[in-house]
């Protein structure tokens, strides 16, 4: 982020585009991604695209983008992989994990690697661009897919194992409304109209979501994945 | 020892078949970088087992070193040959590529067995062993040298043949009369080695002559049909894993045949109409996700995967509803299903509620996507079909419509389920319908 100090024009800092690096290993979804986002120029430019692990290391060293779109599933240990190598290398940068997989275990797995958010590949180049803008700015975005998911991590069922840190592990009432919500396929300024509470307030919650999810290491998400034999 | 010249010799005619191809470097350096480097007995390129040969590529060691080194301790009180017959048993063949012997190694080994079996009877006569020991102890070692290599050719016949036999093909080994007769050989060689040896200690008395008649009974049994069993174990593993292996590859390949496949056909011959290849294209995909990722799917018990089985979990049941409604109307439908529970009679009204939500929805809104979101909790399980679409006024519906009334507001409260519906022109439409768990 620029920092804008005194008189100095405000639109600067405001129309520079978001610099955007793609990681997915199939050239023609690449393309296909890139061309989406073309519509939305003045906000993302593609600075760069990797198509494996070592790759997508090497290249978000050297472009030093500010958001990766992150394929989860690729050969050498997909986005996860990308995750932890780049973490180790201590980069400052945002991940927006953008997959096709309906399998949580993946998803969930890249979430906790510490990407900010998660959209499928069905979205529109528009909504993107927002998710990438949004998650540029330090917010969590999900998709109505991976509310679903969290909401079904933390579910209390009548067999759930004993949770042993509730301020961590448990999602407030709020939160469990603001995600169930965003499953019923509401936008952020719907979910707050909803609920008579800011955008802001949503986009907390939500953010609040995403550090339990990765927070939270044990219990629920490896007995929900158990559950449906996905491990 | 004369064990191990006995079946040298039996193992004669056939590696002189392989043998003129090439001639083997005494010192295999190269092929020691594409071993797995696990111990492997040698299939070719042995005069007895092949154990020698296989010790000394894995050491990386001249061969003769190492035969030399089992023929001094075959002298040094028989250790040579223990060694021998354990590694024989407990190694498993190499099934790489064959390489014949030379005439010079094959020269060295046998002088090398000549000179070991000289120096062992030279030992025995020095340390004067009694006869009465030495000969049956000689006979029973040859017997099961004859058996143990029967069980190496039917091995590799056994490989030879893709190895589809039951427990008598794989001591039989498809080698038919010829196996018969050696093994039979064998088992008769151990007998009689036995029974010599227990004749010539007749001086003891009855009973002890009993228990020793027994137990060198079950030991001879033992020495017979260890090998076996071991192989046996071994092989039966390495088979089963790799025929679940290409039957799983078979049975991927097959589905991606029968529905993948066939759809980009289909998607080839109608790509003028966009509205089907859409529709051809968004099934594909539910299919082949659900086949991957569902809770019936791949991953999952395979018996669950049965395509018209009646579904019994709700989760898989909507998505069913889902898919269908996708299908003849040619919308996307966003499902999302948090919890699972079997299926009664008042969350199979509720499907049809559901189903005839997002029809009406399909049919009314005028948008290509719905989201339906369906959440089991521990009382009630609600379902939400939500569209961004054009919205109406509830009270302008009129009155010679039913869809709404009968099908989903009746339906649901006849099964004490509630119902509402949040809509206004423009505005999208969204029906809640929540269903009380029955207290089971």
């Not at chain 1, 980069?91 to 998803?107: C, K, N, P, R, T």
């Not at chain 2, 024989?88 to 099934?95: E, H």
């Not at chain 2, 078979?250 to 289909?266: C, F, K, P, R, Y």
């Not at chain 2, 009630?380 to 507001?409: C, E, K, N, T």
Request: aromatic content about 6%.
């Amino acid at each position: 982020m620029l920092i804008v100090t005194g008189e100095a024009t405000p639109e600067v800092s405001e129309s520079r585009p978001v610099r955007v690096f793609l990681v997915d290993d199939h050239a023609l979804f690449r393309a296909g991604v890139r061309a989406e986002l073309g519509a939305s120029a003045d906000r993302v430019e593609v600075v760069g695209e990797a198509g494996s692990v070592a790759e997508a290391v090497t290249g978000i060293d050297h472009y030093r983008p500010e958001v990766v779109l992150l394929d989860v599933h690729m050969p050498d240990g997909g986005g996860a992989e990308v995750l932890r190598q780049v973490r180790s290398k201590n980069i400052e940068v945002v991940f927006l994990a953008l997959s096709v997989s309906d399998a949580a275990e993946d998803v969930i797995a890249v979430i906790r690697s510490g990407a900010r958010g998660y959209v499928t590949k069905t979205i529109s180049g528009r909504e993107l661009a927002d998710a990438v803008e949004r998650v540029r700015a330090g917010d969590a975005v999900f998709s109505p897919r991976l509310a679903g998911f969290v909401l079904d991590a933390f579910s209390e069922g009548p067999n759930s194992a004993p949770v042993g840190d509730p301020e961590l592990d448990l999602l407030t009432p709020r939160e469990r409304e603001v995600l169930r919500l965003l499953a019923r396929g509401y936008a952020y300024k719907e979910i707050a109209s909803e609920l008579f509470i800011s955008v802001k307030t949503v986009e907390t919650h939500v953010s609040s979501v995403l550090r339990k999810t990765q927070l939270s290491n044990r219990y629920e998400l490896s007995r929900w994945a158990s559950d449906r034999r996905l491990v | 020892m004369k064990a191990r010249f006995k079946r040298k010799r039996t193992h004669q005619a056939e590696a002189a078949d392989a043998r003129p191809l090439a001639e083997r470097p005494t010192v295999p350096l190269s092929t020691q970088s594409t071993l797995s480097g696990q111990l492997r007995r040698r299939r070719t390129g042995r005069l007895v087992a092949g154990v020698a040969s296989g010790v000394a590529e894995h050491l990386n060691l001249p061969v003769l070193w190492v035969r030399g080194a089992f023929a001094a301790l075959a002298v040094c009180g028989g250790a040579g040959i223990l060694a021998y017959a354990l590694l024989w048993v407990f190694v498993p063949q190499s099934s790489g590529a064959e390489q014949p012997i030379s005439v010079k190694e094959r020269q060295q080994g046998v002088g090398m067995i000549l000179l070991c079996i000289g120096a062992m009877v030279a030992a025995v006569s020095f340390i004067a062993a009694p006869t009465w020991v030495v000969a049956p102890l000689v006979v029973v070692l040859v017997g099961a040298a004859v058996v143990w290599r029967e069980a190496d050719e039917s091995q590799r016949r056994r490989w030879r043949q893709g190895a589809r036999s039951g427990v008598a093909g794989a001591l039989l080994g498809g080698g038919g009369r010829a196996a018969l007769v050696r093994i039979s050989a064998g088992a008769a060689l151990v007998v009689l080695g036995l029974v010599i040896f227990l004749v010539g200690t007749s001086s003891i008395d009855d009973v002890r002559f009993g228990l020793l008649s027994v137990l060198a009974t079950l030991i001879g049994v033992a020495v017979l049909t260890v090998p076996w069993w071991v192989r046996l174990v071994r092989d039966l593993n390495v088979e089963r894993a790799s025929r679940i292996r290409s039957q799983e590859r078979a049975e991927i390949a097959a589905h991606l045949h029968d529905s993948v496949l066939q759809t980009l056909t289909l998607i080839q011959k109608q790509a003028d109409s966009e509205r089907e290849v859409r529709r051809l294209a968004r099934g594909q995909e539910r299919e082949l996700r659900n086949w991957l990722y569902g809770p019936d799917g791949y991953g999952s018990e395979r018996e669950a995967a049965i395509d018209d089985a009646p579904a019994a979990r709700f989760a898989a049941a909507l998505g069913r509803v889902c898919g269908e409604v996708e299908d003849v109307f040619a919308i996307k439908v966003q499902q999302v299903v948090v919890g699972d529970c079997d299926l009664d009679e008042r969350l199979t009204a509720q499907l049809a509620a559901a189903r005839e939500a997002v029809v009406n929805a399909a049919k009314h809104a005028g948008v290509a996507e719905v989201s339906v979101y369906a959440e089991v909790e521990s009382e009630q399980v609600s379902v939400y079909v939500r569209d961004r679409g054009a919205g109406f006024d509830p009270d302008r519906v009129p009155d010679d419509r039913h869809g709404l009334a009968d099908s989903i507001h009746g339906r649901m409260q006849r099964h004490g389920g509630r119902v509402k519906v949040r809509t206004s022109p423009g505005s999208g439409t969204e029906v809640q319908m929540e269903m009380p768990r029955a207290a089971a």
